[in-house]
């Protein structure tokens, strides 16, 4: 193991709201190995008995916990929570919310809860993220994004509205917090993540037998890595928006 993934003692925490079982366990993987306490907030907080093992075989901790990201006082609690832990160093918004209607069959409701979902969510989150980092002048809020937060796709009206507000979002509170010392960074993730349901998608479209080829899929851990250099780079130095896509994905 190299010097800069060795386990150390807890330096702060980190909160990732929207930890799913791909890139948000990256993340979550990532800053437990760099000494991080972390805690995770998704709908099914039991799902994540399996990363929690993990992480603590390896030495690291991980505190799981059911939330709901719509929810104002679950997203006030849940990061206070992190920070009586550890002072708050890190908080990721990471959730998705993709979905694909044509237009005359997005629904009002579908419209709504995936604005919800996706930009409301992020919203709460860098508000309250903020509330606690502002008094300690230093900490940083990360949105991930996708390619619908820069182009709205045929049949993603409601995925790609959300995304692009919470992009706006995440530029207002870099204009306003960056002065004060906290690094605010959209990353647009510009490609398909290697997960179970983009393989599953790919094998209805090509068929079973054709897998993805070399620089097709982003792995997991690539992207966390991600997360991590952001969240080390000096003040003098700091990334707004970062765009993430393998080398053989066409832009």
């Known amino acids: 193991m190299s010097s800069e993934t060795t386990l150390t003692s807890p330096q702060g925490a980190v909160a990732i709201i929207g930890a799913g079982d791909y890139i948000g366990a990256a993340i979550a993987r990532r ?67 993709n979905v694909n209607f044509p237009i005359l069959e ?28 502002l008094p300690r002048g230093e900490g940083s809020i990360f949105f991930t994004g996708a390619t619908a937060s820069l182009r709205g796709g045929s049949g993603f009206s409601a995925f790609a509205s959300a995304k692009f507000g919470l992009r706006a979002v995440a530029q207002s509170l870099a204009r306003e917090l960056g002065p004060k010392g906290l690094h605010v960074a959209h990353l647009v993730i510009d490609s398909g993540v290697d997960t179970a349901w983009v393989r599953q998608m790919r094998a209805q479209r090509a068929g079973a037998d054709a897998p993805p080829g070399p620089g097709e899929l982003m792995a997991p851990a690539s992207i966390a890595a ?6 080390r780079q000096p003040r003098d130095a700091w990334t707004h928006e970062l765009d993430l896509r393998p080398f053989g994905e066409r832009w």
């Open 31 to 97: 800053f437990a190995a760099g000494g991080y306490v972390v805690f995770g907030g998704r709908r099914n907080g039991e799902a994540f008995a399996p990363l929690a093992a993990e992480i603590a075989a390896s030495g690291g901790r991980f505190e799981g916990r059911t939330l709901d990201a719509r929810q104002e006082d679950q997203v006030a609690a849940f990061l206070a929570e992190a920070d009586a832990a550890a002072p708050l160093e890190v908080c990721v918004f990471n959730v998705g919310a």
């Open 226 to 231: 991600a997360y991590w250099d952001l969240h």
């Open 106 to 133: 997005t629904t009002e409701r579908v419209f709504r809860k995936v604005w919800e979902m996706a930009c409301y969510g992020g919203f709460l989150t860098g508000r309250e993220a903020a509330r606690l980092m």
